[in-house]
């Protein structure tokens, strides 16, 4: 089963999707939108503060954005209403929320019983059990189908290579490996198209990218890190990945606006 966000449905809706890029509403994000004339790209959004970015990034050079978010059975499902925040903000074009369930798997500690780590050092180089088997190879590989739909040769992800948990999925080679397998499996590959997969933030720290954010005007507010959310949605403060934001934020010098 899949959804689109309401917020997207009632948007497309409401408004034509052409319209002045300089025309954004009130309380949005700053002119410009996702939904310009420029080129379609498939950007994965998760509702974290890096793929927010990296999905701004494509929006500043000229993309109009379709996000996919996957529900993948995670426990901090409390990502996903900050993935339409920010998809929102972004004034994509369309928003699909696609269920596809991980959790029928396991195998990690974000889709099963299995215990977040806290309080691990940063710099560890053994790959924690918050690794989702295979979850970028899934998720690439559900952005490649649907920007073959669209004539989008273009996918953005928001991986980082620098400042994350190890995960082997989110390294160059495989983005390399990734973009020439996606010429080979598609029709739009045999008949000369190539894809591209973006991954601007690959060699950014955390705190240039929230720096980049910063200078681009995003709104960090609207997005969720935790791996394991306290009942009211609040941030753990001792996963891996809060205690990545925080060094991120403490890094680039701003106050992390989620942080009460
Ligand atoms: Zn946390």
Known sequence: MNR???????RRLNEPPARDPRSGPAG?????????PGRPAVVLLSGGLDSYTAAAIAREQGFTLHALTIRYGQRHVRELESARAVAGWLQVARHIELDVDLSAFGGSSLTSEMPVPK???IDSHEIPSTYVPARNTV???LALGWAEVLGARDIFIGVNALDYSGYPDCRPEF??????????ATAEG???ARFTVHAPLQMLSKADIIRRGVELG????????CYDPQPDGAPCGRCDSCAL???GFAGAGVADPVVR
């Open 139 to 141: 998720f690439l590989s």
């Open 119 to 121: 309080d691990r050092p």
């Open 245 to 247: 934001r925080a060094a």
């Open 218 to 225: 995003l709104d960090y507010a609207l997005t969720h890190s």
């Open 28 to 36: 949005r994000g700053p002119a410009g939108g996702g939904r310009g």
């Open 190 to 192: 045999v008949n000369g």
């Open 4 to 10: 689109e966000s309401a917020d997207s449905e009632s």
């Open 175 to 184: 983005i390399a490996a990734f973009e020439q397998l996606a010429s080979l």
